[in-house]
Nanobody
């Protein structure tokens, strides 16, 4: 079982930056990939980016955040980050991280709120 804890959300003005963190614990060595998702009020959850924890790194950004968001990892700290720059009001959402293990079992964090004011 993998446990994920997100942090780093908050209130920021448009054009500002935030860095989200996703700390993994538990059966973290079974993790195949970790991704960042978000869900805005009244909308479906959408995938933003995915990074592998194995030998090859995979980036997969949704068009709306390309060039502004960057996913990275620190395996020594068992943490995946999402650097968010040039934030827009439409980026307001609850941000979640998701881990997939080698049995394709998924784990989710509790989410962290990001609010961008205009």
């Amino acid at each position: 079982q993998v446990q994920l804890v997100e942090s780093g959300g908050g209130l920021v003005q448009a054009g500002g930056s935030l860095r989200l963190s996703c700390a993994a614990s538990g059966s973290r060595f079974s993790i195949k990939a970790i991704g960042w998702y978000r869900q805005a009020p009244g909308k479906q959850r959408e995938m933003l980016a995915v990074i592998s924890t194995g030998g090859r790194t995979i980036y997969n950004y949704v068009d709306s955040v390309k060039g502004r968001f960057t996913i990275s990892r620190d395996n020594a700290k068992n943490t995946v980050y999402l650097q968010m720059n040039s934030l827009k009001p439409e980026d307001t959402a609850v941000y979640y991280c998701n881990a997939v293990d080698f049995y394709n079992v998924e784990s989710w964090g509790q989410g962290t709120q990001v609010t961008v004011s205009s």
